[in-house]
């Protein structure tokens, strides 16, 4: 403002008027006289019209302080009545008196000055498109819906149209004369082949009303009948001729009503139900059917239910308005008063076909392609496993906002300068974002699109989709949010005419009938009439809404944002097939508490923003870890020495070469105390225990710890350049050996050795009393694991995190001194650190099987049979192994308590197990190295076979587990968030490396010291938390963002598959591609395996190529190799090979497929989509295969069969079984 011409000083305040609205007031000292109006267009040259002052206070000098600052308390309040009302202005040319009567007209309104808001007035952007197209028919003149939000009144919209050429209108329709075969509108033409494809019961719009009084049924029938005939669309028939749908006109005369008296209101809502959901033959039914219900006592229930090819929303006001005016007329004997129709829906269709055609559609097209180009799947996490068919069962959860949210959230849209469905959609985007994780964020929304105003009093299906996609990258806030989705939206509107449908055509190259295409959301915003309005209309009859349970849905979630004069609404439909009724719920919930959030505050970064109520936030970070308990402190061999005392002679370690009791296991580890003291190891100091797996690892670590040292497991068997690296990086002076394994390995320095021997020992060094002078906080052990810079790191476990870990565990799973364990984790795997301590502690035995069994299962279960192993505790891969043998060998195991951590279980796993044990107990437990070997755990008592995933489970005792934001703030039940873990457990850090220990371990201003995972997952509503694995094993194929172990699972409960991976890799154009990875009693079947994971998961999450192996490779610690699996480069891309055909079947195929799509060549492998077939031109592939082979095909079966060799082989089959006159039910098969 103070560099426009003549203003020498300003200030810009917001001041209340009496109702509590803002108003931004322009205090001015001038050089010359006050001329509001040209103020305000030079500042609308460089502002939006919301930050443009309506009000004006001129001033001779601007009120200072003492201190020469202004005193803006200073400055007088503008005239009252300007505060109280804005100022009338008439309009002033003939220009603003034309917008002005439109504007009156639209909003109902007297009076409308030239200064007056649109949006402040009522306007929306129903109402905005309806401006638009009354500017068009009254003005001649095209202004954009964009245009009317940049300058929101009427003499900045006057002004704005004055300054404009006349520019191309849009063009009119007209009722011209219509061919023989009256073509389809885009939109038509996508529902029929939507219901061609997979039906569309969940395009049936039902609009259900209770009557009350003395309904005259003939009257009711006649009127209905009357609203058919008016508009064509509701009877016409849907036709094909070679693959192309065109539209018939039939009379209305065969329209009926349908009757039913029924009472039990149980039956009542049974066949209601059916009746709503009853099919459409699009090919002979009218669009429209009723049916009323009597009650009985003047109660009636009328169900109309339309097909949406035939109608929207809008067309449900006008048959409402009709049936008034219609019934009233035909009740009263008078002729009804409504407008008379000159066009028709096929005028309509008629007109867009020629319109958006050649350079327009390119145009708008083009538009979308870049917008949409990449756009990501929302992947939300669900309660089940996606099928590989969309469902359409549906069902909806409401919430109805405080009024005073609802106000604010009204008064900041105006100070934003934005619409409420702007507000919403943005707000929804963010709760999406936390939801998934994802910040590229696509969400569906419905638009009138009803351009010109001939069509306002048409009924039929205008309505076109946008699709309205935001980056929420950079964690803006939502402020910057709210300004993204509104460009968003307003180029939407820009581009509006667009057809949803040849937008999917032309961005979506690839088909998945597990989900919508581009988005998997919608949003929409209601403007609902109150019942009141309906009740007063109808003599002798009221009207009301019926209330009934709406079961379809046509996506994962569908958001109804319902604004009336009471407030603001939510309902929220969604997939029952996807989620339960508590996670959306819970959802919406959140929904609200973040509007409230922002309402506190719109400039807040968008990860700041709070979804938690006070409630839920307690019951996150306290509730759900409320672990602690009272377990006996000290040491962590505390425990193993008071046994050593109690039962000295019971065998505590059994190899197949040696015993060892628990008096010579306390000897001989107190020989090596006194040897480590003697040599000058104290506290926190790390020893080197070399040596391979046996008892004499037991006996080391016992010693060192005694000695007050930290044991540092190393592997025997790693090369001898790792093991010297491990040994330098841990700066150790002292190494615990064997005699094998001094001889074999050359150490690159010097360091004092301790052998240990199987028959000697020097018995000198236990009578060195060792004096005790670390505590319970000191280092008991470090463990190395991988680092992602090569350089592995060591992670620092103290004494009371573990001895907590392992106390808790043998109290809760109630271990004792009857049970035993079958010790398959070598000494640098914290697993280990159970085995030893947890077992020995309670007075248990510990077996060990020599070095060349430990991957043997037959070996394994001659240990079991043996010994009556009670206890087995590996990661699920070793597990796996030893199922396959059992079941194999039919075996039975005495196990009692089974333990699997460390990786994914498979979902059937647990359920073998049981077979194979008699009362068993099987946990999985979770965690992390640096949390003290476990610190969750999930009790796995019922069969989880249904399940995606097991869930992670409950904390340990002592322990703490966070779900936070990247803000390291608590996220809502249901929504992801990355895992922390805090409690005794939490690791000291990271062996000399303070820069990793800083970046993982940290102290949490309400959460204490917290540990970094690198995972993710969210919480149940039962206080479980579901594990979604780490961020690197989530991968995109195709714009889908995939979890591995989901296949993985479906994978493995297929018979004959004993084994698999799945991995994500690409080939040498750097496309991803699932590889499946697959150990399997029989032979590889391509075919069989991608026929079979097709019946559970969508086509896209379904590996293409497949490798076959012996056995999956393992790590030391039993975990599955991934980097030892087969790279890329040694894998057959057979797929994007040119086969030709090989078969007259395949011949004829290519033929049609070359003349369908322009296409030189076609191999059998090539995809249908892939090579630019989309949803018009399956119609006509399944037509011109019908004629050609004379055979029954559908578009279903086009989508599922996408490749020549897998259709041939599926007409084949069909031409067979119908040759044989049976009847089949044939099962895709996929070849590679």
Not at 74 to 80: A, K
Not at 92 to 110: H, K, P, S, V, Y
Not at 446 to 467: D, K, V, W, Y
Not at 687 to 702: F, T
Request: with cysteine; hydrophobic share 40%.
């Amino acid at each position: 403002m103070s560099s426009l011409d003549g203003v020498t000083q300003c200030c810009v305040l917001a001041k209340e008027d009496a109702v509590g609205s803002k108003r931004l007031v322009g205090y001015v000292v001038l050089e010359d006289t006050l001329d509001k109006e040209r103020l305000q267009n030079q500042l609308k040259l460089s502002l939006p019209e919301y930050m443009v002052p309506q009000l004006w206070v001129t001033l001779d000098a601007m009120p200072l302080t003492g201190n020469g600052k202004l005193d803006k308390k200073s400055l007088p309040n503008p005239d009252s009545s300007e505060l109280s009302s804005k100022e009338y202005v008439a309009p002033r040319n003939e220009t603003e008196t034309q917008l002005a009567e439109i504007w009156q007209n639209l909003l109902g309104l007297g009076q409308v000055g030239i200064h007056d808001n649109f949006f402040e007035l009522g306007g929306h952007s129903l109402l905005a498109t309806r401006l638009v197209s009354m500017i068009r028919k009254e003005l001649r003149i095209e202004v954009s819906i964009r245009e009317v939000f940049e300058h929101t009144t009427i003499s900045g919209l006057g002004t704005h149209i004055s300054a404009q050429s006349e520019g191309v209108l849009l063009p009119g329709i007209f009722a011209e004369d219509r061919p023989t075969r009256i073509p389809l509108s885009f939109s038509q033409e996508r529902l029929w082949f939507l219901d061609q494809l997979q039906g569309s019961t969940e395009y049936h719009v039902p609009s259900v009303l209770r009557l009350e009084g003395a309904l005259d049924i003939s009257i009711l029938e006649q009127t209905l009948q009357e609203i058919v005939s008016r508009h064509e669309v509701l009877r016409s028939l849907l036709l094909s001729e070679d693959g192309i749908g065109y539209q018939e006109i039939i009379s209305a005369e065969s329209w009926s009503l349908d009757q039913l008296e029924i009472e039990d209101a149980l039956m009542l809502e049974s066949s209601l139900q059916d009746y709503l959901m009853r099919p459409f033959d699009l090919s002979k039914d009218y669009k429209l059917r009723s049916c009323l219900y009597g009650l009985g006592n003047n109660q009636y229930v009328l169900a109309n239910v339309f097909h949406h090819i035939a109608s929207d929303g809008w067309s449900e006001g006008i048959l409402v308005k009709e049936f008034m005016e219609l019934y009233g007329a035909l009740q009263s004997g008078r002729p009804a008063v409504l407008p008379e129709l000159n066009l028709q829906y096929a005028d309509y269709a008629i007109w867009q076909r020629k319109y958006l055609e050649g350079e327009v559609l390119d145009n708008q097209l083009s538009y979308w392609q870049a917008k949409l180009r990449g756009v990501s799947t929302l992947s939300l996490p669900t309660d089940h496993v996606r099928p590989s068919i969309q469902s359409n069962e549906g069902a909806s959860v409401s919430l109805e906002l405080e009024k005073e949210l609802s106000d604010s959230l009204s008064s900041i849209c105006q100070k934003e300068g934005v619409t409420l469905f702007m507000f919403m959609l943005s707000a929804f985007k963010v709760l999406l974002s936390r939801y998934s994780g994802q910040d590229d964020i696509c969400v569906g929304t419905p638009i009138a699109n009803r351009t010109q105003s001939e069509l306002e009093g048409m009924i039929g299906f205008f309505i076109n989709t946008l699709a309205l996609r935001s980056d929420l990258s950079g964690d803006p806030s939502f402020k910057d949010v709210l300004a993204r989705v509104k460009e968003t939206t307003l180029e939407g509107y820009d581009h509006q005419l667009t057809p949803f449908e040849k937008v999917v055509d032309r961005v979506v190259t690839t088909r998945d009938m597990s989900m919508t295409p581009l988005f998997q959301v919608m949003f929409r915003l209601q403007n609902i009439l109150k019942d009141n309005d309906l009740e007063t209309k109808l003599k002798e009859v009221k009207l009301s809404s019926y209330d009934y349970e709406e079961v379809a849905t046509q996506f994962d979630l569908n958001l109804f944002v319902k604004e009336n004069d009471l407030g603001i609404s939510l309902e929220l439909v969604y997939c029952k097939v996807l989620f339960y009724e508590e996670t959306i719920t819970s959802m919406l919930r959140h929904y609200q508490e973040l509007l409230r959030s922002i309402v506190d505050d719109v400039t807040q970064t968008i990860g700041n923003l709070s979804m938690l109520t006070e409630y839920e936030e307690k019951q996150l970070v306290d509730n759900f870890n409320a672990t602690n308990i009272n377990l006996p402190k000290g040491f962590l061999h505390t425990p193993l020495l008071k046994k050593i005392e109690e039962i000295p002679d019971k065998i505590a370690v059994i190899t197949n070469y040696k015993n060892l009791s628990y008096k010579e296991l306390g000897q001989r580890s107190l020989c090596l105390a006194g040897y480590l003291y003697r040599h000058h190891v104290r506290p926190n100091v790390p020893v080197a225990v070399l040596m391979h797996k046996g008892w004499e690892e037991v006996v080391a670590v016992l010693g060192i710890l005694r000695s007050g040292a930290a044991y540092l497991p190393i592997d025997a068997s790693l090369p001898s350049l790792r093991i010297n690296q491990l040994l330098k990086l841990a700066e150790v002076s002292q190494v615990i050996t064997t005699s094998e394994v001094l001889d074999n390995l050359e150490l690159d320095e010097c360091y004092n050795t301790y052998v240990i021997k199987p028959d000697e020992w020097d018995t000198q060094d236990s009578l060195i009393k060792v004096p005790h002078i670390c505590s319970p906080s000191d280092l008991a052990y470090i463990i190395f694991t991988s680092g992602s810079t090569g350089v592995p790191k060591g992670v620092m476990i103290d004494h009371q995190g573990a001895l907590n870990t392992i106390q808790d565990i043998n109290q809760r799973f109630e271990i004792s001194e009857n049970d035993s364990v079958l010790g398959l984790s070598r000494l640098n795997f914290d697993l280990s650190v159970y085995d030893i301590f947890g077992v020995l502690g309670v007075g248990g035995q510990l077996i060990l099987p020599a070095p060349d069994e430990y991957r043997n299962p037959q070996s394994w279960l001659q240990y079991c049979q043996k010994y009556s192993i009670t206890i087995w505790n590996t990661v699920p891969a070793l597990m796996q192994i030893f199922m396959d043998y059992i079941e194999d060998n039919h075996s039975r195991l005495s196990l009692q308590t089974v333990l699997m951590s460390g990786d994914w279980i498979p979902t059937d796993l647990p359920k073998r197990i049981r077979s194979s044990c008699l009362d068993v107990k099987v946990y999985s437990l979770g965690g992390a190295t640096e949390a003290s070997i476990w610190s969750i755990f999930y009790p796995i008592e019922i069969d989880v076979t249904d399940l995606t995933s097991i869930p992670y489970g409950k904390p340990l005792g002592n322990q703490k587990i966070y779900l936070l934001t990247k803000e390291l703030q608590a996220v809502p039940v249901g929504v992801i968030g990355d895992l922390y873990i805090g409690g005794i457990g939490v690791a000291l850090g990271y062996w000399k490396d303070q820069e990793k220990t800083h970046k993982s371990f940290f102290t949490h201003e309400k959460l204490g010291r917290i540990y970094r995972t690198g995972d993710q997952g969210y919480h149940h509503s039962n206080g479980n938390i579901i594990f979604m694995g780490r961020k690197d094993d989530q991968v995109k194929i195709r714009g889908y963002r995939i979890e591995l172990g989901e296949i993985e699972n479906v994978l493995l409960s297929l018979l004959g598959v004993t084994q698999c991976c799945v991995l994500a890799k690409e080939d040498t154009k750097g496309v991803k591609h699932l590889v499946g990875y697959v150990v399997l009693e029989g032979a590889l079947d391509k075919e069989y395996l991608q026929e079979n994971l097709k019946f559970s998961l969508p086509e896209y999450m379904v590996p293409m190529i497949w490798v076959e192996l012996e056995e999956m490779p393992l790590t030391s610690n039993g975990k599955l190799d991934k980097k030892a699996l087969p790279e890329m480069d040694s894998l057959v891309f057979s797929v994007q090979e040119y086969v030709a055909p090989r078969n007259e079947t395949e011949e004829k195929l290519v033929a049609i497929w070359q003349d369908l799509l322009g296409v030189e060549q076609v191999g059998v492998n090539d995809n249908f989509f892939e090579l630019g077939g989309h949803s018009l031109l399956a119609t006509r592939l399944v037509s011109m295969i019908r004629k050609e082979f004379e055979s029954e095909i559908t578009i279903k079966d086009v989508f599922e069969f996408t490749r020549i060799e897998e259709l041939s082989t599926y007409l084949r089959h069909k031409e067979i079984k119908e040759k044989e006159n049976q009847d089949i039910t044939y099962k895709k098969i996929i070849t590679i």
